[in-house]
């Protein structure tokens, strides 16, 4: 509570509306999103409680497309190279060429923390395209099922490197898994003349090995532990992402946290809120023995709009605060 000026600190023209004002019941998350055009649209559908009546993870349609002019979203190649790892909105705002008024990093906290999450674990020369692969096992998404396209950012964030996700997790339907997504452009924006919609128009190529840079997803139904021998013969991952994770609440982690131990592979987690990382370290370090040496702190690339009537009195934004471990030893 004593820092929540610099939770809800963002450098968004909608800042205010999206924290402050969602907290004090002055506007609510379908009042921002009507206010940036996108309410009820695509993606955008997920992100405020009209969704929750419609939402059916049995959808297997990509939605590829922003709802936004070219002006406002990423859907093309970035004009330069990353020069330097990203720490912050305004920098990936700065580099993209997005003005501070568009919405979309209410979607691209995913993409973001993903990225993030890379130099907290000390994987980062992966930014520098010194590797060609990058393979992560993403634990327990939902909503990120029906919002696949925004991981096609990747491709910008680690240009010249195929990534390659496995999400796992008991909200794919069983229908959908083993099923393969490559997402081979950029989500598109409105503009029926921008070169997004060209099929000419691929992502970044290395000029010196030949290869494209590439992102591709796996879905597999079921939790990681019971499903891990399965993707290992496929994918053996360089990191494990956890978002929003509530380590602590519910009881199905801990043979997951067992596995990753054994595994001894870098795992960042996510939480709503400092507390619930708090006690989901303390979970992690009960099991497995462990003291964390990736330590509780800010997203600099959370969700900039708060939770809407939290259960707890506490600021919580999606994916607020990180923690984890680069290397499980005793």
């Known amino acids: 509570m004593k820092h929540m000026d610099i939770l809800n600190e963002f450098p968004f023209s909608f ?5 402050v004002q969602v907290c004090e019941k002055l506007e609510t998350r ?19 409680c009209c969704g929750n009546s419609v939402i059916s993870f049995d959808c297997s ?15 093309t190649e970035p004009l330069s190279m990353i020069s330097k790892h ?13 003005p501070l008024h568009s919405p979309v990093s209410l979607l691209l906290h995913r993409p973001l923390t993903i990225y993030y999450a890379t130099q907290v674990a000390g994987l980062g020369r992966w930014t520098s395209g010194i590797s060609h692969k990058l393979h992560i096992h993403y634990l327990g998404p939902e909503k990120e099922l029906l919002q696949l396209s925004v991981f096609s950012e990747l491709h910008a964030l680690f240009p010249n490197v195929h990534v390659h996700i496995e999400l796992v997790g008991p909200a794919i339907p069983q229908q959908r898994d083993g099923e393969m997504i490559e997402l081979c452009n950029y989500a598109h924006c409105l503009d029926r003349d921008c070169k997004c919609k060209s099929s000419s128009e691929t992502v970044s190529w290395d000029v010196h090995t030949s290869k494209p840079s590439t992102v591709t997803l796996q879905l597999r139904s079921g939790f990681y532990h019971d499903r891990y021998k399965d993707i290992a013969q496929d994918s053996s991952p360089h990191l494990i992402v956890a978002p929003n994770a509530g380590i602590a609440a519910y009881s199905s982690w801990l043979p997951t946290i067992e596995l990753i131990k054994d595994m001894n ?4 987690f996510s939480d709503y809120c400092k ?3 708090h006690l989901g370290a303390s979970c992690i370090t009960g099991v497995t023995g462990c003291s964390l040496n990736i330590p509780i702190q800010l ?10 009537d939290s259960v707890l009195l506490l600021p919580c934004y999606s994916n607020c605060f990180l923690y984890g471990m680069s290397k499980w030893s005793l």
Not at 66 to 74: G, I, Q
Not at 299 to 308: D, L
Request: hydrophobic content about 35%; charged content about 20%; aromatic content about 14%.
């Open 30 to 48: 379908c009042s921002v999103l009507k206010k940036k055009g996108v309410h009820q649209m695509g993606m955008w559908l997920y992100e405020c």
């Open 275 to 277: 507390e619930a990382c």
């Open 15 to 19: 800042t205010q509306e999206a924290t």
């Open 265 to 268: 592979i870098p795992a960042v």
């Open 86 to 98: 990203l720490t912050s909105w305004k920098e990936y705002y700065e580099w993209r060429s997005i």
């Open 61 to 75: 349609r990509l939605n590829n497309s922003w709802d936004l002019s070219n002006t406002f979203c990423p859907c």
């Open 299 to 308: 997203n600099p690339f959370r969700q900039p709009m708060v939770v809407e």
